[in-house]
T-cell receptor
Framework: GNSVTQMEGPVTLSEEAFLTINCTYT??????LFWYVQYPGEGLQLLLK???ADDKGSNKGFEATYRKETTSFHLEKGSVQVSDSAVYFC?????????????WGAGTKLIIKP | DTGVSQDPRHKITKRGQNVTFRCDPI?????LYWYRQTLGQGPEFLTY????????KSRLLSDRFSAERPKGSFSTLEIQRTEQGDSAMYLC???????????????FGEGSRLTVL
């Protein structure tokens, strides 16, 4: 079956540090991959996505590359800000699954200290 | 605003009472999903609709929970005889199915937070 595994949090960094949040997946079909972000007290927002191998999703300084050979979709940012503090969820959607349900990782809480 | 909207944003109720949440999806989206999220956890799938048809329900969804989407537009999620364990954020999402351009992305509302005392 399909699954997503992401690194456990919390991850605590100082402002302007480099960020990596690891995400690996297993899928039987041809998944699209997503990173969603949830700020305190808010709903889920799509941060970035990639729909096929070697695609790079990017938004707000965050990037993630769809690596089929390592079944990974790691989230990176070169210089984090206090405002990036949130919970980040990696997810996949298998286009061979007619339900198009998202399969979620457990989430990684990111804390950025000034 | 043409995003997914949910109402109410917050609901506090006493154990044993019934509550209903409403979700208005993005107008051209034919799929609508309900998820539940508790503190520190990822979203748990509850149910989803394609147009007005409820196509799947999670085994997590007890018979106290019922969801409808009568005209294939807005949806309601009702919880009867609420229990303290029902306290959570209830998230609604929508998407458009079909077509090569469909990436499977879901668009989420802000959520409805339920507190059962």
């Amino acid at each position: 079956g399909n699954s997503v595994t992401q690194m456990e949090g919390p991850v605590t960094l100082s402002e302007e540090a480099f960020l990596t949040i690891n995400c690996t997946y297993t899928a039987t079909g041809y998944p699209s991959l997503f990173w969603y972000v949830q700020y305190p007290g808010e709903g889920l927002q799509l941060l970035l996505k990639a729909t096929k191998a070697d695609d790079k999703g990017s938004n707000k300084g965050f990037e993630a590359t769809y690596r089929k050979e390592t079944t990974s979709f790691h989230l990176e940012k070169g210089s984090v800000q206090v405002s990036d503090s949130a919970v980040y969820f990696c997810a996949l959607s298998d286009r061979l699954d007619s339900n198009y349900q998202l399969i979620w990782g457990a989430g990684t809480k990111l804390i950025i200290k000034p | 605003d043409t995003g997914v909207s949910q109402d109410p944003r917050h609901k506090i109720t006493k154990r044993g009472q019934n509550v209903t949440f409403r979700c208005d999806p993005i107008s051209e989206h034919n799929r609508l999903y309900w998820y539940r999220q508790t503190l520190g956890q990822g979203p748990e799938f509850l149910t989803y609709f394609q147009n007005e048809a409820q196509l799947e329900k999670s085994r997590l969804l007890s018979d106290r929970f019922s969801a409808e989407r009568p005209k294939g537009s807005f949806s309601t999620l009702e919880i009867q005889r609420t229990e303290q364990g029902d306290s959570a954020m209830y998230l609604c999402a929508s998407s458009q199915s079909g077509g090569l351009l469909n990436t499977g992305e879901l668009f989420f509302g802000e959520g409805s937070r339920l507190t059962v005392l």
